[in-house]
DNA sequence: GTGAAAGCGCTAACAC
DNA sequence: GTGTTAGCGCTTTCAC
């Protein structure tokens, strides 16, 4: 199976009599060629099935029309394939798709501080960065290359960064919590991950001042991500221990389907007694029983955000940027009274 | 953001005091180099954090370490996010994973034959192509072009060809049959979709032969993959028409939504009256009530053993190759008699 | 053992 | 308007 070189630049030079500036300058757009020889050239190289390779035109830096994607909750989980998280599933779904309707490919990359390092990872033309945290070291090194980047997730820590899109947590976390009381619920617990990142930390701030403006007492649980469902479990003793709230908003949909697994196994009713509700969708938050109410996000969207944006920085225009986006809320049996 | 070059070769080899070469030599354990020089060159790469550029290295046509992945269904589809369709997003979550494992980075690419083709496309150390059809043009140009690659799914109509991996789709065929059987089905139609693909020819292959060896006639549909649910939903007028068979298998879980929808819309009671199964559980087949019993592939093993061939046809050594996965089948309401 | 030098395919100064 | 030429960073002969 060796590997056939294709038509290169030189052959449809001398097919087309030219020289391989003439080429280039034809099927690029560039210099001073009359409109004649540039007609003749580009029909000589279509004919021929001529096609720049990407390598060699890289090496000049020109652009490679191809973007990175850099899962850092996952390269945090060191899994990338959670059973039953559908969310990066998705993610990379959709932008996979927004990106090949733009006429980019996307290539997945992991943790770029980890050697080995992709070979090909510091040659494409920009990057997308899901879920940043604080002093991410990814954000580092491609700040430290001048690659151009967007963020899934405000950075946390850089104000003064501008570029990322994602669904508006703040207003998500808000309504989540506006639903619980609207059922009832006066006093409500947040179980957040420990990933110092937008997500985690956005949701809590906005809990943190829910409580203060209703005088009631916080109660924070912090469950590392990758604790899973068997985290939230265990997480539901405490939480009887503690004394019962009248809901539990869990980030992350494994353990919502933990944590109401082990408050059921307890004996406490869900939703009549605890409601529960989780700020992530998951096959675990749709399949649990009760259904759990959950924060279905809105890869679709973001993602088309974030290459807009991206694309700007690409092509050194100004972006429109950030950009929110819209989580949707799927109310289900777990906060039905 | 003016991108900065990374440290290269030569300020490597100025900085250990020898040649580009002898550095080139060193890194990649080629040539007759003293233990000593190599070992002092490495550690001066090492120290100034060098990394070789894929580009550069790629033009000289070494492994880029990075493979693509091409979904032939979608690029039929004309859709890379069909809502409700999860198996690719699953498959491109588990393919990435077992790739990321494996130090290999993977590159979504569409359609290589429709233009624009992505820039790298070719350059890419080799290829995974989900579901090709009979006589696909993507292969074809692999092939032409001399690069690795390995499909999912059997390319139909090559029976010479055997760098593929699947889940045993005529096992899985004779596991649903089987099973409706069990559950008192004597007349069963088959709803397959009308791409050309291994997935549809296998599992009508299979329907036939239990047909025949049973002596009941053949019901067979083919129902185009874009058709969704709609399409199912109309075509269970044509069943009900054509008289009520005791099942319906449907390769699509759409269609199998659809399909159950229709029935049941028309009084058809599902399972009492008509069983509804799926080749290909989805959101629809898990939400639809009765919840659809469906086979569920496995794209962790599946991309697990892809990856494992391609890799060995990269490296030039043979491939332990076909190699089957197994489905499991998920018993739901929909067939629960 | 080691290094000079010739490319890989392409782009962009700079001559003509 | 068009072509010559010098690289991009690397691998690989092939002299020394």
Known sequence: ????RGITIKDVARRAGVS????SHALNDKGTLSAATREHIRAVAEQMGYEADALARGLRRSPMGAVGLVLRSLDALGDYAPAGVDVFERFVGAAASQALARGLSLMLVPDLTR??????????????????????PVVARLEERGIPYVTYGRPPGRPEFTHWASEDDRASARLVLAHLEGAGARSVALVRGTDPNAWNLEHQDVYL????ERGSTPRLYELPERAGVEG???LAGRLVDDGLPDAVFCLTGRHAAGVQRGLVARGVRVPERTMVVT??????ARNSRPAISALELNPVDSSAALLDILQSLIAGRPADA???????????GSTRR
């Open 209 to 212: 001042g829910w409580c203060e």
């Open 115 to 136: 050697p080995p390092v992709p070979p090909l990872a510091f040659s494409l033309d920009g990057y997308i960065v899901t879920n940043p945290h604080v002093d991410d």
């Open 232 to 234: 939230g479990t265990a």
């Open 20 to 23: 391989i500036t003439a080429v």
């Open 322 to 332: 950030p950009r929110l986006t819209r989580a949707r809320f799927r109310p289900r």
């Open 1 to 4: 199976m060796a590997r056939t």
């Open 279 to 284: 700020g992530s969708d998951s096959e675990h």
